[in-house]
């Protein structure tokens, strides 16, 4: 199948700082990314969509001007979160679409702020 | 809005033997894909298998397979001579709308006993 990096697999930030998590489709384009956030023993909780030039769709719920998604080329999706609060500690983790309409994900980010 | 649901909160199964596990899903599209995704502890969400809506003939892969019933919206995962390396969360996905973005299943916790 196709093949979807994410960086970095664990970050420790100190609150208030913001941090960056990359989304790369390595072998296809992908018009489309997708931001997830997990918490434990639950399921995959759609944060936003991302759109190759175009602004994120969030989810009703998720702050935009907390977790901002910048999608400028076909092969890179990023997730910044900013002003990180321990409450944002979580697994975040990014899928792309292919053009087959299959979605793949990322190996996820272990996100900790301290 | 897309609904999905996964009966089966946790399930277990002899190694060699063979497992169901359930999906069922509401939505009012037409073309849409269905998924089966793999979520071992390292938290990786890994394809199983895949359906597009419009295919009557069954999805396969090696050990894998579904029951697609499309009137009856239910889309189940069949895993024969079952492995100890497919003890994980299994999750239902469903894809569709102009991004196909997923609408998931709570999952559900297989465990392969030897």
């Known amino acids: 199948g196709a093949v979807v990096s994410q960086h970095p697999s664990w970050v420790i930030c100190k609150s208030g700082t913001s941090v960056k998590i990359e989304c790369r489709s390595l072998?296809?384009?992908?018009?489309?990314m997708f931001w997830y956030r997990q918490f434990p023993k639950q399921s995959l909780m759609l944060m936003a969509t991302s759109n190759e030039g175009s602004k994120a769709t969030y989810e009703q719920g998720v702050e935009k001007d907390k977790f901002l998604i910048n999608h400028a080329s076909l092969t890179l999706s990023t997730l910044t979160v900013t002003s990180a609060h321990p409450e944002d500690s979580s697994f975040y983790i990014c899928s792309a679409r292919t053009s087959g309409n299959t979605i793949y994900f990322g190996e996820g980010s272990w996100l900790t702020v301290v | 809005a897309q609904t999905v649901t996964q009966s089966q909160p946790e399930m277990s199964v002899q190694e060699a033997e063979t497992v169901t596990l359930s999906c069922t899903y509401d939505t009012s599209e037409n073309n849409y894909y269905l998924f089966w995704y793999k979520q071992p502890p390292s938290r990786q969400m890994i394809l199983v298998i895949r359906?597009?809506?419009?295919?009557?003939q069954n999805a396969t892969e090696n050990r894998f397979s579904v029951n697609f019933q499309k009137a009856a919206k239910s889309f189940s995962l069949k895993i024969s001579d079952s492995q100890l390396g497919d003890t994980a969360m299994y999750f239902c996905?469903?894809?569709?709308?102009?991004?196909?973005?997923?609408?998931f299943g709570k999952g559900t916790l297989l465990t392969v006993n030897p």
């Open positions: 359906q597009e809506a419009y295919k009557q």
């Open positions: 072998d296809f384009q992908a018009t489309t």
């Open positions: 996905a469903f894809g569709g709308g102009s991004n196909y973005k997923l609408t």
